[in-house]
């Protein structure tokens, strides 16, 4: 009996430290996304020009500006230029669907 017992009490620990690594994994990886920003650039063609020549470009949405994703020093240079326009735009993921009740139309 008390063979048993010990078994379960180690078990429960090795579980329970696995639990624990994985959360503190979790918020490794979290604090980690927040070194990157996504952000949205509008402003005169020329300085918008200069910006995507220096940061690149996610997606262009031609006069009306662009998005790319910068690093915390990058970021706090855009919001020191007065000529360009710098929003924050959250990241999104979209996760594949899959409906088996789907029928083909």
């Known amino acids: 009996m008390k063979k048993r017992t010990l078994g379960s009490v180690l078990i429960s ?3 329970g430290l696995s639990l ?6 979790g918020a490794q990886q979290e ?5 990157t920003y ?6 005169p063609q020329s300085e918008k020009g200069k910006a995507k020549e220096t940061y ?10 662009f998005t790319t994703t910068v690093n915390e ?3 706090n240079a855009l919001l020191k230029n007065k000529n360009l ?9 979209l996760e594949a669907r899959t409906d088996a009740n789907a029928k083909p139309k």
Do not use: P
């Open 56 to 65: 690149g470009s996610r997606w262009d949405f031609g006069n009306d500006g």
């Open 85 to 93: 326009t710098i929003q924050l735009v959250d990241e999104v993921s």
């Open 13 to 15: 620990a090795a579980m």
């Open 31 to 35: 604090s980690a996304s927040k070194d």
């Open 73 to 75: 020093n990058q970021y």
């Open 20 to 25: 624990f690594a994985s959360g503190a994994l």
């Open 38 to 43: 996504r952000v949205y650039i509008q402003g």
